[in-house]
């Protein structure tokens, strides 16, 4: 009878392990950084039509990807129609809560 032995591969050593509140910490600081750099750079009566605007564009490239790589359209999972669909959600709704007198003040000039 043959010798059959069950080869176990033991855990590696180095394997990083992340701790679900790193994982979150992480995530938000990522999902942050284009919204503080909205605050930074561009006038404070700006910021949400800008910050809609790349919501928009993100969306668009989002659901092109999603287009060209034929992505299910319903799974299980997140899959990049649902991502697009976030970002036009997020667009419209900074869209909707920008102030148009704000944003003629900001290019009309009055000398």
Known sequence: MPNRQTI???APRNAA???PH???AVMVSIAATPILLAFALVPR??????ISFAALAMAAIAALAAWLR?????GVKVTLWD?????????CAAAML?????????FTTTH
């Open 83 to 91: 991502v697009a669909g976030a970002l036009v959600l997020i667009g």
């Open 98 to 106: 920008t102030e148009a007198e704000h944003l003629t003040e900001l």
């Open 45 to 50: 009566i700006a910021v949400l039509p800008a």
């Open 17 to 19: 392990v992340v701790s």
């Open 8 to 10: 176990r591969h033991p």
């Open 22 to 24: 790193m994982a979150l």
């Open 70 to 74: 034929r992505a299910p359209r319903h």
